[in-house]
């Protein structure tokens, strides 16, 4: 039982490149979250989906746009990177019930880099 | 808007050194306080959820208490395992299951 995967685990763009970061999960949960995390700041919302064929915006969503097309994955698309998007990217997943009891299953992160 | 404080902001202490960390909120409604840990270059693995005032949640060498404003996330005799970064957030009622997280506490437990 995979959980939740990332990918790529490592990237390097340049300003105004665009990529697509890929999370799935096996877990047949309905909920998928984006979140970035950077230095003294905690981990940031940046869009969120309750199920296939729907995503919503978190906290901090410009410069990115989401798709939910199946329901194991989710994908975060950049589509003109800019230094500012430099960060650690998290995709985390959890079920319609028992949020409570098991919280969220994360990914192990896509460290992303725009120079 | 809901917002998460931890503090401290790093923390060392020596194995078998009991302490304790802080987590303050404040949310238009608590649904619940989640606790979880992150070691470096890994996602946050979930710890405890926590509902309600007076409810206390244990595992192992850690025991996470909640009141109305803040919670705390006691370490007792830590090993140097338990070194890592300690993350709170917080689910607002209403809210589509989305966490707001705190900036962390690293703890490192020395030999």
């Known amino acids: 039982n995979a959980g939740v995967t990332q990918t790529p685990k490592f990237r390097v763009l340049k300003t105004g490149q665009s990529m697509t970061l890929l999370c799935a999960q096996d877990m047949n949960h309905e909920y998928m979250y984006w979140y970035r995390q950077d230095p003294g700041m905690g981990l940031r919302l940046i869009h969120y989906?309750?199920?296939?064929?729907?995503?919503a915006k978190g906290e901090v969503p410009d410069g990115y746009n989401v798709s939910r097309l199946k329901k194991q994955n989710f994908l975060l698309g950049l589509e003109s990177a800019a230094p500012s998007q430099t960060s650690v990217y998290f995709c985390?997943?959890?079920?319609?019930?028992?949020?409570?009891?098991?919280?969220?299953?994360f990914g192990s992160g896509t460290r992303l880099t725009v120079v | 808007e809901d917002q998460v404080t931890q503090s401290p902001e790093a923390l060392r202490l020596q194995e078998g050194e009991s302490s304790s960390l802080n987590c303050s909120y404040t949310?238009?409604?608590?649904?619940?306080l989640f606790w979880y840990r992150q070691d470096p270059g890994k996602g946050p693995e979930f710890l405890f959820t926590?509902?309600?005032a007076g409810e206390e949640k244990e595992k192992e060498r850690l025991k996470a208490t909640l009141t109305k404003k803040e919670s705390f996330l006691h370490i007792t005799a830590p090993k140097p395992e338990d070194s890592a970064t300690y993350l709170c957030a917080v689910q607002a009622s209403g809210s589509a299951r989305q966490l707001t997280f705190g900036s962390g506490t690293q703890l490192t437990v020395l030999p």
């Open positions: 926590l509902y309600s």
């Open positions: 989906s309750v199920g296939e064929g729907t995503t």
């Open positions: 949310v238009s409604g608590l649904r619940g």
């Open positions: 985390a997943s959890s079920p319609t019930g028992g949020i409570a009891n098991y919280g969220y299953t």
